[in-house]
Nanobody
Framework: VQLQASGGGLVQAGDSLRLSCVASGGNFTTSHMGWFRQAPGKEREFVARVLWNGSTKYADFVEGRFTISRDNAKKTVYLQMISLKPEDTAVYYC?????????????WGQGTLVTVSS
């Protein structure tokens, strides 16, 4: 399975961005998908995930600003981000599990950089 993330960029505080992650290979419909991020000098952290059945979960810091979704026909997972803050600056990674019973993310994309200026 290969994951290709895109959609990052330089935006101002309060702006919006939509990240996309396209999967190739594997069975996308039975994979749980997640977004993580890593800010400079910090450890990678969980942002959001969507299970194979569409159930979602978010990190507390999202505070209703991000929405994760998936399009199984396009093998794509999205992260819609609004009201971006400078502290959202990070490399965002998408990840996928190998199956519905996997308890860890088995595949990772290369990351897309989001920079939010104040």
């Amino acid at each position: 399975v290969q994951l290709q993330a895109s959609g990052g960029g330089l935006v101002q505080a309060g702006d919006s961005l939509r990240l996309s992650c396209v999967a190739s290979g594997g069975n996308f419909t039975t994979s749980h998908m997640g977004w993580f991020r890593q800010a400079p000098g910090k450890e990678r952290e969980f942002v959001a995930r969507v299970l194979w059945n569409g159930s979602t979960k978010y990190a507390d810091f999202v505070e209703g600003r991000f929405t994760i979704s998936r399009d199984n026909a396009k093998k794509t997972v999205y992260l819609q981000m609004i009201s971006l803050k400078p502290e959202d600056t990070a490399v965002y990674y998408c990840a996928a599990t190998a199956s519905v019973v996997s308890t860890k993310y088995d595949y990772w994309g290369q990351g897309t950089l989001v920079t939010v200026s104040s």
